[in-house]
């Protein structure tokens, strides 16, 4: 089992920027990807981005080219660097961690809000 901790939520204006990170501890060597979530109010989480432990990066239409996933593998800390934020951008966001083998998201963070003000 991979422990996740989330930090860095908070609340932005319009066009700023925050960084997430998410710290992981226990099974390391049982995942193969971290993935950040979102889910809004009355909408369904929603992976937006994902990094594997080959760093392969992948993004959501709705974050390319804003969000930028990254990792420190020293810290075993996964970071989402988040730039020219949208109040649709609003929810709260989410890491888990993907087991190599289910090939499933199994574990997860308890969260962290981001509000962005208009």
């Known amino acids: 089992q991979v422990q996740l901790v989330e930090s860095g939520g908070g609340l932005v204006q319009a066009g700023g920027s925050l960084r997430l990170s998410c710290a992981a501890s226990g099974s390391i060597f049982s995942i193969n990807a971290i993935g950040w979530y979102r889910q809004a109010p009355g909408k369904q989480r929603e992976l937006i981005a994902t990094?594997?432990?080959?760093?392969?990066?992948n993004y959501a239409d709705s974050v390319k080219d804003r969000f930028v996933i990254s990792r420190d593998n020293a810290k075993n800390t996964v970071f989402l660097q988040m730039n020219s934020l949208k109040s649709e951008d609003t929810a709260v966001y989410y890491c888990?961690?993907?087991?190599?083998?289910?090939?499933?998201?199994?574990?997860w963070g308890q969260g962290t809000q981001v509000t962005v003000s208009s």
């Open positions: 888990a961690a993907r087991r190599k083998v289910t090939n499933s998201y199994a574990d």
């Open positions: 990094i594997t432990s080959g760093g392969i990066t």
